[in-house]
């Protein structure tokens, strides 16, 4: 991400006459590269033409075909490709003309021709433990996990990403009662105008383009699959919490409780 927008800033300075087009999965990964930019203005000692490098994210933006920055714009990057809806990006290949594009992207692009690709190797962080349970102790398991972590670090440098917007929403109001937080939901839309980092962070995978935060909890239902763009946003350490559901459970037979939980480090 930095290194595209250094290249964005390169640009502009070495041609004034360029307008730069950034796309982010994400409305929060851009204004964190917007903000990047701000500060590389104020303590790089240089400025830029006004609107010479836009932003763009598909979730909330108009269709980009209708946009004014993209028809204006003389190089197209964009930072994490492979997060964003793959018609997306085949317009952006058919619409390229004589621009720029470039595809920050962790997949083998399926043709390198007339493209420019920088291919991302995450680097996954060392995992500290992964915790094994049943989805009924799920809770209890992430509650402890989080006890522990909030004794050692601060609350803004943890973040927990759950496999789907169902669960954290069903498991914010636990989290903020049991620990006493005002957690930090990044969902689609999620703005620093109107919210700030300064707390306890829950998300998805989708919605953590941008981030790198100290310690990570990744909630996973299957161990075996591929988590290296999720567990890349811990610089520091990261805790896999899987998670079974018992046949009973999916049958309906039982009702769910609340015993202590039963960990198996690894």
Same mark, same amino acid.
Request: glycine letters at 4%; aromatic letters at 6%.
């Given at each position: 991400s930095t290194l595209l927008l250094c290249k %964005?800033?390169?640009t502009v300075l070495g041609d004034p006459r360029s307008n730069v087009l950034i796309i982010t999965p994400t409305l929060l990964a851009?204004?964190?590269?917007? $903000?990047? #930019? =701000?500060? &590389?203005? !104020?303590?790089?000692?240089?400025?830029?033409?006004? /609107?010479?490098?836009? *932003?763009?994210?598909?979730?909330?933006?108009?269709?980009?075909?209708d946009s004014a920055m993209f028809h204006k714009a003389s190089i197209i990057l964009c930072d994490d490709a492979y997060r964003l809806e793959s018609s997306l990006v085949e317009f952006l290949k058919q619409r390229r003309g004589k621009r720029?594009? @470039?595809l920050a992207t962790a997949l083998e692009p399926d043709s390198h021709e007339n493209l420019?690709?920088?291919?991302?190797?995450?680097r996954q962080a060392k995992s500290s433990a992964t915790l094994r349970c049943d989805a009924e102790n799920l809770l209890s398991v992430l509650l402890e996990e989080l006890r522990v972590r909030l004794g050692t670090a601060s609350?803004?440098?943890?973040?927990?990403?759950?496999?789907?917007?169902?669960?954290?929403?069903?498991?914010?109001?636990?989290? /903020?009662?049991s620990?006493? #937080?005002?957690?930090?939901?990044?969902?689609?839309? *999620?703005?620093?105008?109107?919210? $700030? #980092?300064? /707390?306890?962070?829950? %998300?998805?995978?989708? $919605?953590?383009?941008?981030?790198?935060?100290?310690?990570l909890i990744v909630i @996973?239902? /299957?161990?075996?699959?591929?988590?290296?763009?999720?567990?890349?946003? %811990?610089?520091?350490?990261?805790? =896999?919490i899987t998670y079974t559901v018992s046949q009973n459970a &999916?049958?309906?037979? =039982? !009702?769910?409780?609340?015993? =202590?939980?039963? &960990?198996?480090?690894?």
């Amino acid at each position: 991400s930095t290194l595209l927008l250094c290249k %964005a800033v390169k640009t502009v300075l070495g041609d004034p006459r360029s307008n730069v087009l950034i796309i982010t999965p994400t409305l929060l990964a851009g204004e964190l590269l917007r $903000n990047k #930019l =701000i500060a &590389l203005m !104020e303590y790089g000692a240089f400025t830029l033409p006004p /609107d010479s490098i836009s *932003f763009y994210t598909p979730q909330l933006s108009e269709p980009l075909e209708d946009s004014a920055m993209f028809h204006k714009a003389s190089i197209i990057l964009c930072d994490d490709a492979y997060r964003l809806e793959s018609s997306l990006v085949e317009f952006l290949k058919q619409r390229r003309g004589k621009r720029w594009l @470039v595809l920050a992207t962790a997949l083998e692009p399926d043709s390198h021709e007339n493209l420019f690709f920088l291919s991302d190797t995450y680097r996954q962080a060392k995992s500290s433990a992964t915790l094994r349970c049943d989805a009924e102790n799920l809770l209890s398991v992430l509650l402890e996990e989080l006890r522990v972590r909030l004794g050692t670090a601060s609350k803004h440098d943890i973040m927990v990403i759950f496999p789907d917007p169902q669960m954290l929403l069903e498991f914010k109001p636990s989290i /903020d009662e049991s620990l006493d #937080l005002d957690s930090r939901a990044l969902i689609p839309g *999620f703005s620093l105008q109107y919210q $700030n #980092l300064d /707390d306890l962070l829950l %998300a998805t995978g989708d $919605n953590v383009s941008g981030l790198r935060i100290p310690h990570l909890i990744v909630i @996973v239902p /299957d161990p075996s699959g591929d988590y290296a763009f999720e567990l890349s946003r %811990a610089s520091e350490t990261a805790t =896999i919490i899987t998670y079974t559901v018992s046949q009973n459970a &999916l049958q309906g037979d =039982i !009702e769910p409780s609340e015993p =202590i939980p039963h &960990l198996q480090e690894s």
